[in-house]
């Protein structure tokens, strides 16, 4: 957009401009050095926090949006696979969220830990960091097999 352009443009229509190039800015995709980038300054204890508010969690936020990759990056972290089950003022889940969006990924991704599957599995702690980066159906594979070999 030149000067002479932005000179025949009413107040609103400037306006309009800069409000949709703010909301382009905020919706572009993540990469990989954003997400490390916002993540190198955040505690687990800042993860885990649930908003003041509706009690949802990074992980909630996630999940209802259907962000593979942050829902990854999130469950990478100890703190965050310890409140997967945590619920906000309404009783939901970040695993609910994920269901009822429908998303089968973010879905398989949470319910690697929820605590259902944890109890009934067995699962050690060092099989844990092998949950995040792997579909249910094989990390689900993984754990039965671990169970039956001790």
């Known amino acids: ?3 002479d352009n932005l000179n025949a443009m009413t107040p609103e229509q400037i306006q309009q401009m ?12 993540l990469t990989d050095d954003d997400l490390d980038a916002m993540f190198a300054n955040l505690s687990d204890q ?9 009690k949802n969690t990074v992980l909630m936020y996630a999940a209802q949006t259907g962000n593979i990759i942050l829902t990854r990056e999130l469950l990478a972290r100890a703190a965050v696979r310890d409140i997967v089950g945590a619920k906000n003022l309404q009783g939901v889940t970040a695993l609910d969220y994920a269901v009822a969006r429908g998303d089968a990924v973010v879905t398989d991704l949470i319910s690697t830990y929820s605590k259902a ?20 159906r094989a990390s689900r594979s ?4 671990a169970r039956r070999s001790k």
Do not use: K
């Open 1 to 3: 957009m030149t000067f």
């Open 46 to 54: 800042d993860l885990v926090r649930p908003d003041p508010l509706t």
């Open 142 to 145: 993984a754990s039965c097999a």
């Open 117 to 136: 599957h944890l109890d009934e599995d067995n699962i050690d702690d060092y099989l844990l960091g092998e949950h995040a980066v792997r579909g249910y």
């Open 18 to 29: 800069r409000w949709e190039g703010e909301i382009e800015e905020r919706n572009r995709p």
